[in-house]
């Protein structure tokens, strides 16, 4: 099964996302927009993994994800990989606590459970936007966003999610677990 771990911003949040976007749904030839369903932050990418490592694979990013506290983050930003023109991938920026040390531990919990990682690169947080096939100058569109800045939410829990291939993509939550309460100070 293919799977990989994630933040899912709440609905508010992800709201003022698809209004920003809403002017260029449809407007860009050859981009492609998934479903907002499908909307969620990339913690870690494991790929294909045998059904037999799933019961290791969630005891290890349990203890993983509850070594961390929750995180405060703002959508803020938007740009392209690999770049604004020639893009193949069009996404919003994450802002705030930084989730690189949570990314590691659920990327070092995976390789322990024996799922082999597809993403050994650290990356610049984001929320995937649309896609494109070939690459496509996105400027004007990067450029007529990059004012946006989302309200503040909070990254509360992280989810264990399989992917289902094939028109259209759909995701199944398989685990989710609590980040740590926050320290008071």
């Known amino acids: 099964m293919r799977l990989f ?6 609905g ?11 002017p260029y749904v449809g407007q860009v030839q050859g981009l492609r927009w998934p479903d907002r369903e499908t ?3 990339t913690l870690g990418f494991f790929g294909e ?13 349990a203890r993983a994800v509850g070594r961390h506290s929750v995180m405060n983050l703002t959508f803020a930003g938007f740009g392209a990989f690999s770049s604004a023109r020639r893009a193949r991938v069009l996404w919003v920026g994450v802002t705030g606590d930084s989730m690189t040390r949570l990314a590691d531990s659920v990327k070092a919990g995976a390789r322990r459970a024996g799922a082999e990682q597809t993403d050994d690169k ?3 947080p984001h929320l995937t936007l649309a896609r494109a096939r070939t690459e496509t100058d996105l400027r004007p569109v990067v450029e ?15 989810r264990l999610v399989r992917s289902h291939m094939g028109p259209p993509v759909r995701y199944e939550s398989l685990a989710e677990w609590a980040l740590a309460p926050a320290e008071q100070s």
Do not use: K, N, T, Y
Request: proline share 10%.
């Open 5 to 10: 771990a994630a933040l899912v911003p709440p």
């Open 12 to 22: 508010e949040v992800l709201d003022e996302i698809e209004r920003a976007v809403a």
């Open 39 to 41: 909307w969620h932050i």
């Open 49 to 61: 993994v045998p059904e037999h490592v799933l019961p290791e694979l969630e005891v290890r990013l």
């Open 122 to 124: 650290r990356s610049r």
């Open 144 to 158: 007529s966003l990059s004012g946006f800045s989302g309200s503040p939410w909070r990254a509360e829990q992280v």
